[in-house]
């Protein structure tokens, strides 16, 4: 992954001009980061061919499914009924992707993340979202 997203960045950077250490240019950075990224993937690859690895365990796909689902309901509720029922559906649907279900921790995230989501977008930041829509 990281000698993927590297040369990416390298085919995507490569007409910037990177100049010199001294005198940088728009292209110098981010040649520098992916230059970094391929080194780095080339060292985990070394290093997990030589250590060896644990077998890979198999795609669980009710979280990534129901995590998906999640998402996507956020995505379609947040416009329609604002930021608070949008929180609500994804908390709800993402927690049954768990082992487990205890649904006061459960109620407990979505007053905690509801009260920061709202504090942080429609207060701190003054974002013009709806939090529940037609109310506020």
Do not use: D
Request: hydrophobic share 55%.
């Amino acid at each position: 992954m990281f000698i993927g997203f590297g040369l990416i960045a390298l085919y995507f950077g490569q007409k910037l001009a990177i100049g010199t250490p001294v005198r940088m240019g728009p292209g110098y950075v981010p040649r520098m980061l992916s230059l970094i990224l391929i080194g780095l993937g080339i060292l985990v690859c070394i290093v997990a061919i030589v250590s060896g690895s644990e077998p890979v365990e198999r795609l669980k796909w009710k979280p990534i499914t129901l995590v998906t689902i999640g998402i996507i309901c956020f995505g379609l509720l947040f416009e329609r009924a604002g930021l608070i029922p949008a929180l609500v559906v994804l908390i709800m649907i993402s927690s049954l992707a768990g082992e487990e279900f205890k649904f006061m921790e459960v109620i407990g995230n979505i007053v905690v993340l509801s009260v920061l989501c709202t504090l942080v977008f429609k207060v701190g930041l003054g974002m013009n979202i709806n939090v529940l829509h037609g109310v506020w």
